[in-house]
């Protein structure tokens, strides 16, 4: 007999958001327990750029994603929730006292009184370049970058002209022992301050900057000696221990793309008064959720966290008035918080 595990949330993602969402959900006494696809909490911020730098988050000029999902797990410590990692919502079923059972790919289920989805942009994958051989050179391709020191004293590759290629420039070109940053054209999608900063590095010849296409690696048992770059006219074949292709990623809603919920560009379509979805019950936040005048940015998911966590919680006890308590001067909620 499957064991069901009870409680008042199931959070899908355990991303930024997701996280945030534990806390305010815990501020008004809901219990959660936290699913999700990767083996570790953060999302992307923390499976893709535990290192990159974020300049958007209030009270913190720069903080990369790893330090921001720390400070988050040290946020929701106060309400204990319960992480499963490595586990997909795979099905949901109605019940008839209107919760939700909701079962895993990896054989947990779950009784809950709400599901938010809180999955980013759902399941991703890096977008591989259209080069032949890669996947034999695994072992010197980073899509991702865990830790720097490992970066240090290498020749780097680094492929496109979007935010990550242009940010990972300005992180490693002073560790590395050459930096060469390619792009198909002199265009770059990336923010004007960035696009600067790193040209200024091209002017200072502390970093090369080709235009043109990588077609070709040059390696010996699995590890990269240089890549072929075709431009223009000409060939150039740049000294290389770790390429590094930047060219977005992969979305996909997955399983939930199956639970019948209102889409629109593969994203769920929620109200912004409670951030509930089509099907009363479902909650979706963060980047997962579309609406008028929506803005992808991790600051205006955890606004709409708010905002579902009181909508839930008139859900879950439509008998109780809830009276909004500021963590200022509420000192239950302070003696709660400062416990941990």
Known sequence: ????????????????????????????????????????????????????????????????????????????????????YEQLASKIQKLEDGNWLVETDKGLTFEVKAIVVAAGGGSFEPKKPNIPHLDEYAGSVSYSIDKKDRFK????VILGGGDSALDWTLQLYDIAKSLTLVHRRDKFRGAPATVQKVMDLRDKGKIQFHIGQVNEIIGDKGNILAVRCTKKDEVLDLPCDILMPFFGLTMS??????????????????????????????????????????????????????????????????????TLQYTTTSSSLQKKLLNH
């Open 1 to 84: 007999m499957v064991n069901t595990i009870q409680t008042d949330v199931l959070i899908i993602g355990a991303g930024p958001v997701g996280l945030f969402a534990v806390f305010e959900l815990g501020l008004l006494n809901l219990n959660c327990h936290v699913i999700d696809i990767l083996d570790k909490p953060g999302g992307q911020c923390a499976q893709l750029y535990p290192e990159k730098p974020i300049y958007d988050i209030p009270a913190y000029p720069v903080i990369t994603g790893q330090d921001l999902t720390e400070n988050l797990l040290k946020q929701v410590k106060p309400f204990s929730p319960v992480f499963h």
């Open 153 to 156: 004293n290498k020749n780097i």
């Open 253 to 322: 809603l997955g399983p939930v793309d199956k639970w019948g919920l209102e889409l629109a560009d593969e994203r769920i379509v929620v109200s912004t008064e409670t951030f509930e979805t089509s099907i009363p019950g479902i909650y979706a936040v963060g980047d997962i959720n579309t609406y008028p005048g929506k803005l992808k940015l991790i600051l205006s998911g955890f606004h709409e966290t708010a905002l579902m966590a009181h909508a839930v919680f008139k859900r879950v006890n439509p008998e109780e008035r809830l």
